[in-house]
């Protein structure tokens, strides 16, 4: 059962900052985590049953695409010598393992930049603070899996190196409700703006006018 709420998240952030309406980002990037077949391909050792956020992702996706706006998807793998991830869970994923590729059900933008990383956060274990800034972005739209490990992480880690934050809680899933939704009060408390993928999708259909 995948960690993936209908409206429920609405009442979850209620009343905290990240419920408020998000302004207008500034030259957004949109951040794919970890849609592989590990996590999404029924029989995999990490199977969450998370395919119904595909179509939001591919939503997010094709918008991003026809905006005009730089796309990148993050790739997980475990590291050469067993890092914090591998000692915690006790299993490694191969960089060239079919469990590691990417879920082929989502098209993705063909300029879209591809990150292999090897640590929940995508800044503390890829240059994407770097290729950011070179392309002037000042914010990112965080999707993906799972919503209280590698996406949560990412968005926290996004805030701290000083970019604007929208978490698209209707494209992101995790193992179990609860985890879903815990990180989407914690996040909406201190660290980004909780939406929907229909309203990012206006969002960027405003800024781009």
């Not at 392309?135 to 996004?158: D, F, I, K, N, Q």
Request: contains cysteine; negative net charge; aromatic residues 10%.
């Amino acid at each position: 059962m995948t960690g993936r709420a209908g409206n429920e998240w609405q009442g979850v952030i209620e009343g905290l900052l990240g419920s408020r309406d998000p302004p207008v980002p500034k030259k957004p990037a949109l951040i794919v985590v970890d849609m592989q077949r590990y996590f999404l391909e029924e029989g995999a050792p990490a199977y969450l049953g998370a395919e119904q956020i595909i179509p939001n992702v591919q939503h997010l996706a094709d918008a991003f695409k026809n905006a005009g706006l730089p796309t990148y998807i993050t790739r997980y793998s475990s590291a050469k010598t067993d890092g914090p991830v591998e000692r915690w869970w006790g299993v490694r994923l191969e960089s060239d393992d079919r469990w590691a590729e990417l879920d082929p059900r989502i098209d993705y933008p063909d300029n879209a930049v591809v990150l292999d990383k090897s640590l929940y956060g995508t800044f503390s274990s890829t240059d994407i603070d770097t290729r950011l800034k070179r392309e002037g972005c000042g914010s990112v739209v965080v999707c993906g899996v799972m919503t209280h490990l590698c996406c949560e992480t990412t968005a926290r880690e996004a805030f701290h190196h000083g970019y604007g934050v929208y978490f698209v809680a209707d494209a992101n899933a995790t193992s179990a409700l609860d985890l879903h939704l815990s990180a989407l009060r914690a996040l909406a408390h201190g660290f980004a703006y909780i939406l929907s993928t229909d309203d990012m999708v206006r969002i960027l259909e405003v800024s781009d006018e």
